[in-house]
């Protein structure tokens, strides 16, 4: 179930910048998402049954406009982070344990995603054998990874998640 803040919203307390999404209980949230991914992330984080808030277009002193996904009741496994350091290297994570922040860190960029992306090329082997996809990082800014089979680099923002 997702909960899109409507921008008419009050704001829920007087310092609207550390307060522009509800608070949470537990759970994990994924801030600094640039403006345009936050759908994606919401989709990419969200199982059947979690409750998740998502706040669009809010106000950064560093990016300008962001997005906020918060999920409440879970924290996110190492799979959901590589796929999370694919679509939104910036992002922050923060987890929530009795409304206390108790770790925040960037997203952890691995070296490696390994079965996390299809790779773009229609003709590497991965697209036609069950190997499992594996890209190498060659570039954080923009992230740019080469698939380790058919030599080929690719834009993050080119590829599909698997
Ligand atoms: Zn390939």
């Known amino acids: ?10 704001p829920t307390s007087s310092n609207p910048r550390v307060r522009q999404v509800e608070a949470i209980l537990h ?14 992330v919401a989709n990419l984080l969200a199982r059947e049954n979690d409750q998740v808030s998502i706040g669009m277009n809010l106000r950064s002193a560093r990016m300008g406009r962001k997005g906020v996904v918060k999920i409440s009741g879970r924290e996110l496994d190492a799979r959901t982070l590589s ?13 929530i344990r009795d409304t206390q922040v108790v770790q925040k860190f960037t ?5 490696l995603f390994e079965d996390i992306a299809r790779c773009a ?8 054998e069950r190997w499992a996809s594996r890209m190498e990082v060659v570039n954080t800014d923009p992230l740019t990874v080469c698939c380790i089979y058919c030599e080929r680099t690719f834009l993050a923002t ?3 998640l698997l």
């Open 1 to 10: 179930m997702v909960d899109r803040l409507r921008p008419s919203d009050p």
């Open 27 to 40: 759970g994990t949230v994924i801030d600094h998402i640039p403006g345009h991914m936050t759908l994606k």
């Open 83 to 95: 796929r999370l350091a694919l679509i939104a290297p910036s992002a922050s994570v923060s987890i």
């Open 107 to 111: 997203v952890p960029m691995p070296k």
């Open 121 to 128: 090329n229609p003709n590497c082997v991965t697209n036609h």
């Open 158 to 160: 080119e590829l599909a």
